[in-house]
């Protein structure tokens, strides 16, 4: 080997040492990741279609009307949804292959509206994470419930409870656990 040639080979491994400790990731500085979901309350019967992130970035008016439209519609109150939910909702469906409509039970929770709730029936827990924003009841639209409760399950990013009578499935962000 000539000293032209290892002189070659130390400039090439060079510029694939800077190259790989300076490389844009996979993802194009032009490419624009947008995170949307579909709504519709099946008890308020309104709907909302919106992107609530773009890129990795929450957009926080999105977020409200997000708030707004997930309250409780019993008492009108509101709390923050946690975004963590919002991910893994859009994560699920997507790993689905849905393009549907998520169909909202229930999402926030007043403690007024959980102790009514846990006095009608004993399925509802008494510090429920609908009371922290950190759950919602759903179907989807395009899914069957089942192929739902699989798909959040396989996530395992939080809670999971599977309602076969009443048709949804109740996902979380609190501690991993099904029922």
């Not at 080979?9 to 996979?26: C, H």
């Not at 949307?36 to 990795?56: P, Q, W």
């Not at 009108?76 to 946690?82: E, P, Q, S």
């Not at 759950?135 to 990013?157: E, G, N, P, Q, Y």
């Amino acid at each position: 080997m000539s000293l032209k040639d290892s002189n070659r080979r130390t400039f090439l491994k060079t510029l694939a040492g800077v190259t790989a400790a300076s490389a844009v990731p996979l993802k194009s500085a032009f490419a624009i990741e947008r995170r949307d979901l579909a709504f519709y309350h099946t008890h308020t019967r309104m709907e909302l279609s919106i992107v609530y992130a773009t890129d990795g970035e929450y957009i926080r008016p999105a977020l409200a009307k997000i708030n707004d439209f997930l309250a409780d519609f019993r008492t009108g109150g509101i709390k923050r949804i946690d975004p963590l939910l919002l991910d893994l909702i859009y994560d699920i469906r997507k790993s689905l292959g849905s393009s549907g409509t998520y169909e909202v039970i229930s999402a926030y929770r007043s403690p007024q509206t959980n102790a009514m709730l846990r006095a009608k029936s004993g399925g509802v827990a008494k510090n429920s994470q609908h009371l922290l924003g950190n759950a919602i009841d759903v179907r989807l639209s395009d899914v069957k419930t089942s192929r739902l409760r699989d798909a959040a399950l396989a996530m395992k990013r939080g809670g999971v409870g599977y309602y076969k009578e009443s048709d949804f499935v109740h996902i979380d962000v609190g501690r991993v656990r099904r029922w």
